[in-house]
Each structure stands twice: as structure tokens, then as C-alpha cells.
């Protein structure tokens, strides 16, 4: 881990140089404005000038919301303060707040997803935007974006200065802004936190459920204290850095991971106010040796399902055994009665004898329902994920656990899983929960298609999610992407130009199910990831639907 008190931000202070032309171009047509007013505006709209050049445009807009120079003529001339991104964030709004909601600073950032000029899917843009007052005495604020799936230090500086000067202006009213999921706060994989000085949680969007816990006893992957090294950075020098290596949801390298943190008073009292981010080209380690794969799980279950069936509950006290191949390190058999009752619990025997039903995991996911609700499955097993701390730990990361009904001898059925932390995507996962959509498809239809939105359900985890088409192209389902659905996709091509929807479609409809790759922006880098996608055409009465996910195999 290593830590300073570097405060990136200044206006040439960035870590690429697309920022810094960016940031450049933004000042220079911001001065155009302050010298010429609103004359400048039809220099700043000619096309193919120093000021439009491809995706790269500047725009200006006044404090009320209305665009005076924008490519977009649906846009340009009009009042464009309900402009809402692919996830209902306010773009013009939060462009506006960025420039004009601190004195002091007249300059911000601001991210929200958008597509690519001509394109369908969106991706996250960040803009630049400076206030500005012309010579006729009205303030209008100049920006321009770029479409960038990074993020810079100085974007979580800035996050980070807001927070402060939100928090120091509305105290504890300004908390609830912080875990606004549309609010300016949340940008790419990045949030904003706050803790007490003694490591309390006051806030934590990312992990609602560690809220007034205490987080000082938190270590990364080589067992550095993370969040007392944060303390003492702001205690020694008011705000800098701090870098540690975490994993990336879905990876089991752990990647460095750098948190920005700095003081603000909130209600008289000093808290530490953070934001993290994993930068590009960030630092990684290897991979470690898995302790146990995908197929060792579910063959590790298979067995131990057999010998419950076999010994029904004398069998609980070998699976308790430490050492034993079904109890070691962090690999462990937990079973379940299907009325919810967890019966078997290694690492934690207080655990045993309750009801999982309502337990939920780090992001309110209802992980107890999820495992019974596979084992009572009429295949009786399948894959689930969910966010759990370690044993002993308290940080939940990613586990993904292999589930199977059994029946033991006295008749009884239960459920028996055995899950694997921070493992790296595989394709039975992503098999698995197309499967189980499909079959959810058959037998209810359409009736099926809200349970594959739901974000607490199933169906969405890590970055994966699953969708829904017709054999015409519409989108029908999309939970990471909802403003997609009711679109066709059939035009849509990848980032090295490939019609994939299309292929897709084609090679569904002929095989019935199959694997298709594509090219796109893994969330975080800026270079286009092989991604691939798993389908399957499912008929639910007269109608054909064809259900897929996918995983970034780079």
C-alpha cells in the first residue's frame, strides 16, 4: 500500500492526454465567450472547426437550461433541463450543478452514459464544463465531453471536493444526496463514502448493509489495515491518496485500487469523505492459484450430496471437520432444509438453526431465497451469486456458490452448496443463468420478464445480467441496459464494425443455442474487450424469444 497527499485536479494535472486536449479546448472556447458573448456562438457551431471534431463538440448552455450551441439541432435552441441518461441521471442538470453549485469553482466534471453520435448503446462520457459570464452580463456555461470509460484522479478529486463542500454547506441532509444512485456523487464504478474518524460508515452506497458498522479492522488482499491508513492520511494531511490492492468484481487478481480521501465537518464533528477507483493501467497482481474451480465445486457438492443421501444427518459432523476436503481455508459445504433452515454452517456453528429466508447479502440481495429457490428448481441445481464477507472477514466480495437438492433417507429434501470467492467468471455461470431464464421464459411467458429485471434477483450480478430479444431484433429485456428494450438491435455493430446482433440472431435460430463473440468497452478501459455472449432461442407458446448473457473473457 502506499499513500500521498497529491492533490490531482489542477487543470493540466491528468493522466491522459485525450483529458488534457479536452479540458484545453473547453477554456479556449470559454474565453472566446467571455470576450465576444453570444457572438461567439456561431463560430463555436461550425462544423468540422478546432470546436467540432467528430464526437468531440462544445456545447453552450445558460443556467435555466437552455442550449444555445449544440451539433444536435433536437437539442440546439431549446430547453434541455429533462435530459435524462440511459440510467434516468440528469445530464443538463448535473452539467449545470457542476459549474455553478460551488462559488469558488467554477469548473467541473460531470459522467453519465450516453451513446456514440449514430450509435445505440451507450457509453460513459465525461464532461467538462466552466461557467462563464459574457459581456452583456448573462452566465451561460461552455462544456464538452468525451467518451471515456476511464476514470482520472482528478475526476475523484473533484467527486471528492464536492462531497466535502456539500457536506460542510447541508449537513446531514447533503448524506442523502451522497447515495443518490442518480445523483453526481456515482460515476462509473466510482462512490463516494464518508466515515467517522474512529472508521464508522456513515454513508457507503456501494455497501448500504456496512452503514454505521466499523470498518477499521478492513484489509486488502496483503493484509493492509485500508481504512486506517485512510484515517491517518487525512489526520496527518487533511486529504491525499491511498493505494491498495483489491479485486475487480468478477476477477481473482486483486488490481490497485486508489481511494482519494480528505476531512470535511459535518455537524461540528470531522468525518473522512472518500472515493475509490480502479485507474487504467493500474497495477495487478497475478492471478492467484484458484484454491478450487468451477467443476471441483460442483463435483466437491455431487459428492457430498451423495453421502447425505447415504447418512442424512450423521454425515453433518464430518462436513464440519476442519481439514477435511469439505472444510479447509475458505472452502466449505452449507446445508439447508428447504423450509430455509440452515442445519450445517462450518466456519460459523452460531449460524446454524436459522432461517435464511430473509437474509440478504452486501447489496440487499436475498441470497437465502436465491439458494432455496434453485434447489426447488425442477433441475434441483444450478449457480448462484451474491456478495459475502469471508470468514472472519467483513467486507463482502463476490461468491458464486453451486447449489443441489437432496433427499435423505428419511425423506427429508434439502439444499447443499459450496461457494467460491472472488472467482473469476466462468462460462458454466453464464450457461447456467441463461438456462434458468429460459425456463422461467417457458413457463410463464412475458409473465417472467420483470423477475429478469430485477436487480436484486438472480439474473443480474457482478456486471452480467441477462436480455431478452425477438427473432426480429427487438431488444424485449435489458436490465443493464433498459433503454434498449423496445428497440431493434438488428443495425447494431460491435467496435470493430460486425453486424452481432444479426450473427447472433442467425446462428440462435439455427442451432438453438450457441457461443458469439464481440468487441465493446469493458466498463473502466477505453480499449475495445473481447466479449463473449451465450444464447439460446426458447419457445413459450406461440411466441419465440432468444435469451442470453455474456462475460468479458480479456
Request: aromatic residues 10%; proline residues 7%; glycine residues 10%.
Amino acid at each position: 500500500m502506499s499513500t500521498s497527499s497529491d492533490r490531482t485536479g489542477a487543470p493540466g494535472d491528468y493522466n491522459h492526454q485525450e483529458t488534457r486536449d479536452l479540458v484545453a479546448l473547453v477554456e479556449a472556447a470559454a474565453a472566446r465567450v467571455a470576450a465576444d458573448g453570444e457572438a461567439a456562438f456561431a463560430a463555436l457551431a461550425v462544423p468540422s472547426s478546432r470546436w467540432r471534431q467528430d464526437e468531440t463538440y462544445v456545447f453552450v448552455l445558460d443556467p435555466e437550461g437552455h442550449m444555445h450551441v449544440h451539433p444536435d439541432s433536437a437539442l440546439a435552441g431549446h430547453n434541455t433541463l429533462a435530459l435524462k441518461d440511459v440510467q434516468g441521471k440528469p445530464i443538463v442538470g448535473g452539467l449545470i450543478r457542476a459549474a455553478t453549485a460551488f462559488p469558488d469553482r467554477p469548473a467541473g466534471w460531470y459522467h453519465y452514459q450516453w451513446p456514440v453520435p449514430g450509435g445505440l448503446l451507450p457509453r460513459w462520457k465525461s464532461s467538462y464544463v466552466r461557467q462563464v459570464q459574457a459581456p452583456s452580463g448573462r452566465t451561460y456555461i461552455v462544456g464538452a465531453g468525451m467518451y471515456d470509460d476511464r476514470m482520472e484522479r482528478a475526476f475523484v478529486v473533484d467527486m471528492v471536493s464536492d462531497a466535502v463542500a456539500a457536506l460542510e454547506r447541508g449537513g446531514e441532509s447533503a448524506l442523502a444526496q451522497l447515495r443518490e444512485p442518480a445523483g453526481p456523487f456515482m460515476a462509473k464504478d466510482a462512490y463516494v463514502f464518508v466515515l467517522d474518524l474512529q472508521g464508522q460508515a456513515l454513508v457507503h452506497p456501494g455497501f448500504p448493509t456496512l452503514e454505521g458498522r466499523d470498518l477499521s479492522s478492513v484489509q486488502d488482499t496483503q493484509g493492509e489495515y485500508i481504512v486506517r491508513e485512510m484515517l491517518a492520511r487525512v489526520a496527518e494531511e487533511g486529504a491525499g491518496w491511498v493505494d491498495y490492492l483489491w479485486p475487480k468484481p468478477g476477477e481473482s487478481a486483486s488490481t490497485q485500487k486508489s481511494t482519494y480521501v480528505a476531512k470535511a465537518k459535518l455537524n461540528g464533528q470531522w468525518v473522512l469523505v472518500g472515493c475509490g477507483v480502479y485507474l487504467a493501467d493500474a497495477p495487478k497482481q497475478a492471478a492467484p492459484a484458484p484454491k478450487i474451480s468451477a467443476a471441483e465445486v460442483i463435483a466437491l457438492v455431487r459428492e457430498a450430496a451423495a453421502k447425505l443421501e447415504a447418512e442424512g444427518e450423521a454425515a453433518y459432523e464430518e462436513l464440519r471437520r476442519p481439514g477435511s476436503k469439505w472444510f479447509y481455508d475458505d472452502v466449505y459445504v452449507v446445508v439447508v432444509t428447504l423450509d430455509g433452515i440452515r442445519v450445517v454452517l462450518p466456519p460459523d456453528p452460531t449460524g446454524e438453526g436459522v432461517d435464511v429466508r430473509d437474509l440478504t447479502d452486501g447489496l440487499g440481495r436475498p441470497y437465502g431465497r436465491m439458494i432455496l429457490d434453485v434447489a426447488r428448481s425442477e433441475a434441483g441445481q444450478g449457480w448462484t451469486h451474491y456478495m459475502f464477507p469471508l470468514p472472519g472477514g467483513l467486507f463482502p466480495t463476490w461468491k458464486s456458490t453451486f447449489v443441489q437438492r437432496v433427499t435423505f433417507p428419511s425423506g427429508q429434501p434439502h439444499a447443499i452448496g459450496c461457494g467460491i470467492y472472488n472467482m473469476q467468471m466462468d462460462r458454466a455461470f453464464v450457461e447456467d443463468v441463461v438456462q434458468r431464464a429460459a425456463s422461467l421464459i417457458e413457463a410463464q411467458g412475458r409473465a417472467a420478464f420483470d423477475a429478469l429485471r430485477d436487480p436484486t434477483g438472480p439474473f443480474v450480478f457482478m456486471d452480467t445480467y441477462v436480455f431478452v430479444q425477438s427473432p426480429d431484433g427487438t431488444e424485449l429485456v435489458n436490465a443493464g441496459l433498459p433503454s434498449l428494450e423496445g428497440r431493434n438491435l438488428l443495425a447494431l455493430r460491435d467496435a470493430h464494425g460486425r453486424p452481432v446482433i444479426r450473427e447472433q440472431i442467425d446462428a440462435v435460430m439455427r442451432a438453438g443455442a450457441a457461443w458469439r463473440e464481440m468487441y465493446w468497452y469493458k466498463p473502466g478501459d477505453n480499449t475495445p474487450a473481447r466479449k463473449l455472449t451465450y444464447v439460446r432461442k426458447v419457445q413459450a407458446g406461440p411466441e419465440t424469444f432468444i435469451v442470453g448473457s455474456g462475460i468479458y473473457s480479456d
